[in-house]
């Protein structure tokens, strides 16, 4: 093999290893993760490290009780996306986000944050 092929194939195998760690991460939520809050908030925003995709990006939120507490229409803009939630009372709020990023790679990941008490 030629010393110039070789250089060739390690930057390709580089830049294949770099491209696999930029999917869509959460970088962070308001409420915040693990965070909590006096009352009820009136939406949840995620922003992520990636530019995200409409159509297959999703939030859904369950209150304590396990009810689904969002309007479900997802609102996506760059890297960011919100939901308007409804109130569901007290306790502990379950967030479920699923994000295709404009790499057309999905990641998706849960956490949670509490209200009130
Ligand atoms: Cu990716």
Redesign the pocket.
């Known amino acids: 093999m030629q010393r110039s092929s070789l250089i060739g194939m390690i930057l390709l195998l580089l830049l294949a290893t770099g491209?696999?760690n930029?999917?869509a991460m959460l970088d962070h939520a308001e409420p915040r993760v693990g965070n909590k809050v006096a009352s009820p908030p009136r939406e949840v925003t995620l922003w992520f490290t990636q530019k995200l995709e409409q159509a297959f990006s999703t939030i859904t939120v369950t209150n304590a009780a396990g009810q689904r507490v969002d309007s479900g229409k997802t609102r996506v803009s760059g890297s960011q996306m919100s939901v308007s939630l409804r109130s569901g009372g007290t306790g502990t709020y379950h967030v479920n986000w699923h994000v295709l990023?404009v790499?057309t790679?999905t990641t998706d990941g849960n956490f949670t944050f509490q209200v009130g008490e």
């Open positions: 491209e696999a930029a999917h990023s790499d790679h």
